[in-house]
């Protein structure tokens, strides 16, 4: 498929669109005069702030590197999780939202007006017909009995009422019950009432169809279930009996009640995990975790592994929503179940899928990327044979943005698309608007990929038609390079050039990003930020609050006096917007307050608005890593008393605070985050602290850069030494 897909199809398979599904991903562009675009829409360029870049690339904060040294940990513990980078996508199952009625379909009418349900959950006990158990913990494995004529996995229970439907002939049989129906306002000890009290005639379908409410009502779909502690030893036992009852009837399960349970199943131990799979015998999260989860709070990968035993033999008969299904809820769950002949369940649907690509839909195509991506499987068969489908003119118009994103995430995530392109002799089939999409899809979606971005800068530094690239192609390419933190100079210089004459083209967000992309790299041109000026204070009405932000930060950064922008009119969209601004915002106009009043002398924000930014910039907790850990060691072993994480007046922190000789010297420990690609010049934010603290704070700063003190190994003396040649003594 790669290998004969048109460099425009190519470039909008991997238009990654990282936002949330309820925000449009393209801008209409029909206003757009000139502008050409593969399908006459705009890529919606993203918005540089802290929630969708790196952390690297903020202009405040130091960046979190893999390398545990340069790792930074708070001072003190604090609590609080981080949410993933990336979120699985929205999902479903595929079927009629009422599960009830395809839960009954074909097993008969109502049982008993069980839709009625009265009030009460618990009925009098002699309505139970066996004894109740004292645990919700589930049992030993080993402790029960395998029935090979009924299951192919261990999980069998003998069970009081096991006279089970499947040994009836529902034509003959004149007993045997309908199956339970179930509505999305049942609570789960509803649900489990329903479910235990006729568990003769749960179906597979209707056990699916229980699962499936049960996990909806986990995710929150519908009010949340209360804590019974009075009767909680019955709901566990029922909960106990349904769970068994599942898994000893699995072998008969069809495909779609299969993928539906395992895919329910998964949904659940999704959201137990979010709980931290808490066990304190008292609520309902306790009790599907004693059945899910195992101690450590990971899934149950036996349980698991049973449902892809039970599934694997019958993936011919799983249609494309099934196999769909079925993969993302094992993504979801992070497991990838093996079997003894050293192949896994991801193979054997790879293998289906890849045969029957063509069934596949948009959102099945967006969950199974997704899904092997995901778990770091890119079967290579199957992404070819769904990126046949992607790119196909007429399919690729059924992706909504949320599919498109998820499904460009994974092929990125693959790195197929990226080596793809790097085996062209010539980028010469790509034209300005592929190129830009390309490099901004990776960037958005954070994957940098060194040879990719390397062979579209020297084919872009090679072209001798800059002319073809409007305004937002030099804007989004630029842009994405400087979130990859890709640093090439030629690149830089052919668009400042090629943005100074065609300036007058530009609107706001273009403007914004562009400036951005240049202080964040460190790249200060003197011609460009004098160039912009003026257009850029004509779209002062325009801007967005975090484009006006960054033009403000960027000129921070550059030092470029710009009287005609920064003026009262500047100063008073600052004020109108102050209620729009979010922390990246503001911690950019504080910087941006400290050159024009601190720095130039101009007027600066006003008194409400600054201190509003500066109690903002402040209030990051500070944070440590082991390198600064082991320079503030070294400097007290030479004898002075270092002070870290010092607050200066300007509202920055620095690493380490001495005193030499009645001299004050700030330390900062500057971790690969201060600095971008092989050549290691210091980023725009590093540019400015060095800048503005000795100004200000009236202090002399000088840096430790993370690679010359690695040169020093672990001999301190050498350390010592360099701490003594730095400071003077």
């Not at 943005?499 to 460009?528: C, H, P």
């Not at 500070?622 to 007290?636: F, G, I, N, R, W």
Request: one cysteine or more; hydrophobic letters at 35%.
């Amino acid at each position: 498929m790669l290998l004969i897909l048109e460099a425009t199809a190519l470039a909008h398979l991997i238009l990654i669109i990282i936002l949330p599904s309820t925000t449009s991903s393209y801008q209409d562009n029909s206003s757009r005069k000139g502008h050409r675009s593969p399908d006459h829409r705009r890529i919606h360029d993203p918005q540089n702030n802290e929630h969708n870049r790196p952390r690297s690339a903020r202009s405040f904060g130091h960046g979190r590197p893999n390398d545990e040294r340069y790792e930074r940990r708070p001072l003190a513990p604090t609590n609080g999780n981080r949410a993933d980078v990336h979120r699985a996508p929205a999902n479903e199952f595929h079927r009629n939202n009422n599960t009830e009625n395809y839960a009954n379909a074909s097993h008969g009418s109502d049982m008993n007006n069980m839709n009625n349900y009265h009030t009460h959950y618990y009925p009098p006990q002699s309505r139970y017909e066996h004894p109740k158990r004292t645990s919700c913990e589930r049992r030993p494995l080993s402790s029960r009995q395998s029935n090979p004529a009924t299951t192919q996995n261990n999980y069998n229970l003998s069970h009081p009422r096991s006279s089970s439907w499947q040994h009836s002939n529902p034509t003959t049989s004149q007993n045997i019950q309908s199956a339970p129906r179930f509505n999305n306002n049942h609570t789960i000890p509803e649900l489990s009432q329903i479910a235990y009290t006729n568990l003769a005639a749960m179906t597979p379908a209707a056990t699916a169809a229980f699962w499936n409410k049960v996990s909806k009502q986990m995710s929150g779909r519908n009010a949340p279930n209360p804590r019974l502690p009075s009767h909680h030893e019955e709901l566990c036992d029922h909960l106990n009996q349904i769970f068994e009852h599942t898994t000893r009837t699995l072998s008969l399960f069809g495909s779609i009640d299969l993928s539906q349970t395992i895919y329910s199943m998964a949904k659940i131990v999704n959201v137990l995990r979010k709980h931290g799979g808490r066990r304190r015998g008292d609520d309902i999260i306790d009790m599907l975790s004693s059945l899910l989860l195992n101690h450590d709070k990971t899934p149950n990968k036996e349980l698991f592994r049973s449902f892809a035993i039970a599934s694997r033999d019958k993936l011919h008969h799983f249609d494309a929503r099934c196999l769909s299904n079925i993969t993302y809820a094992y993504a979801l769950i992070k497991y990838v179940p093996e079997f003894d002949d050293e192949s896994d369940l991801f193979d054997h649907v790879a293998t289906q899928a890849s045969q029957r690509s063509a069934e596949f839909n948009a959102q099945d195509i967006s969950n199974m990327m997704w899904a092997y991506a995901t778990v770091g499987k890119p079967n290579a068969l199957l992404f070819e044979a769904m990126g046949d489908q992607v790119v196909a003119r007429e399919h690729l118009g059924e992706f909504d943005p949320q599919a498109i994103s998820n499904t460009a995430w994974a092929y990125a995530k693959a790195g197929r698309v990226a080596n793809h392109i790097v085996s062209f002799g010539n980028l010469s089939r790509f034209d300005p608007q592929a190129l830009s999409n390309t490099v901004w899809a990776y960037a958005k979606a954070g994957f940098n990929n060194p040879e990719l971005f390397e062979k579209i800068a020297n084919h872009i530094v090679a072209s001798d038609k800059m002319d073809r690239f409007d305004p937002q192609n030099l804007s989004s390419t630029i842009w994405a390079y400087a979130t990859a933190q890709v640093p090439h100079l030629k690149l830089f210089k052919k668009v400042a050039d090629a943005a100074i004459r065609s300036k007058g083209e530009f609107i706001s967000q273009e403007v914004a990003n562009l400036l951005w992309a240049y202080a964040t790299m460190g790249d200060i041109n003197k011609q460009l930020f004098l160039s912009f000026a003026s257009t850029a204070a004509k779209l002062i009405d325009s801007y967005n609050n975090q484009e006006l932000a960054n033009v403000a930060w960027a000129y921070a950064v550059a030092d470029v006096d710009a009287p005609s922008l920064f003026n009262h009119h500047f100063i008073m969209m600052c004020v109108e917007k102050e209620d729009g601004f979010k922390m990246e915002g503001l911690f950019q106009l504080h910087q941006w307050h400290l050159w024009q009043s601190k720095e130039k002398a101009h007027p600066g924000l006003p008194v409400d608005l600054h201190e509003a930014c500066y109690n903002e910039f402040i209030s990051e907790e500070p944070t440590v890593s082991k390198l600064q850990e082991d320079v503030v060691a070294q400097l007290s072993h030479i004898g002075l008393e270092p002070k870290e994480e010092v607050l200066m007046g300007s509202g920055y922190r620095i690493d380490a605070l001495v005193e030499v000789n009645g001299k004050t010297f700030g330390i900062e420990v500057d971790g690969p985050s201060h600095f971008i690609g092989r050549s290691k010049p210091p980023t725009g934010s590093t540019i400015l602290k060095r800048r503005q603290v000795p100004l200000i704070d009236n202090i002399e700063l000088v840096s430790v850069p993370y690679w010359e003190w690695d040169k020093l190994g672990n001999d301190e003396v050498k350390k010592q030494d360099y701490l003594r040649v730095l400071l003077a003594l």
